[in-house]
């Protein structure tokens, strides 16, 4: 079995609650299945969970570099120079990044409110940037953004490897019929 979830925004990619964040264990999920990766209890949308040992092990191994995409709102107006850097790569914390697809992006028409809303200044605006990884370092996109001048306010995987989240709420979680990988 196979499940797409919309985390929202504050909520644990795990099922035990931890310093006051809400965790996995209070969305009725069947019984036995576990998150098949990570995302910060500051990042939302698409987490895949399971009860296939096999499927997690495969979506966790770098070597398959299944692609993760993300919409990020970033801090300032984005550049095109800015995504192509990121499209070469960044240097974060002394690893280079491969190669990834990025572009300037508009927000989706169903995008829901963030609860709390990202801060707001009336002298910068803020823009958004869709980024494909086919990798995953603890909090890769934040740094990655932030490393070509555009600190990330919010961060929404929109879709893991084929399976999108299509207009599923936060909070809400579909079972997948799709193919995973």
Request: net charge positive; with cysteine; glycine share 8%.
């Amino acid at each position: 079995m196979v499940i797409l979830f919309n985390k929202p925004f504050g909520v644990l990619s795990q099922f035990t609650p931890e310093s006051g964040h809400q965790a996995l264990n209070d969305f009725r999920f069947p019984a036995g299945v576990y998150a098949a990766g990570r995302l910060d209890h500051d990042s939302e949308g698409a987490l895949l969970l399971t009860d296939d040992g096999w499927l997690v092990k495969r979506l966790l191994d770098p070597k398959f570099e299944h692609p993760r995409t993300y919409l990020a709102q970033v801090d300032g107006q984005i550049t095109q120079e800015a995504v192509n850097q990121l499209m070469k790569g960044v240097t974060i914390k002394g690893y280079h990044t491969k190669p990834c697809q990025a572009e300037i992006a508009t927000p989706p028409a169903d995008l829901w409110e963030r609860v709390p809303p990202i801060r707001y200044r009336a002298n910068i605006p803020t823009s958004w940037v869709r980024l494909t990884l086919i990798e995953g370092k603890n909090r890769q996109v934040r740094h990655m953004t932030a490393a070509v001048g555009f600190p990330t306010l919010r961060l929404i995987r929109v879709q893991i490897g084929d399976i999108a989240l299509d207009g599923l709420q936060p909070g809400e979680w579909r079972l997948v019929t799709e193919r995973v990988i």
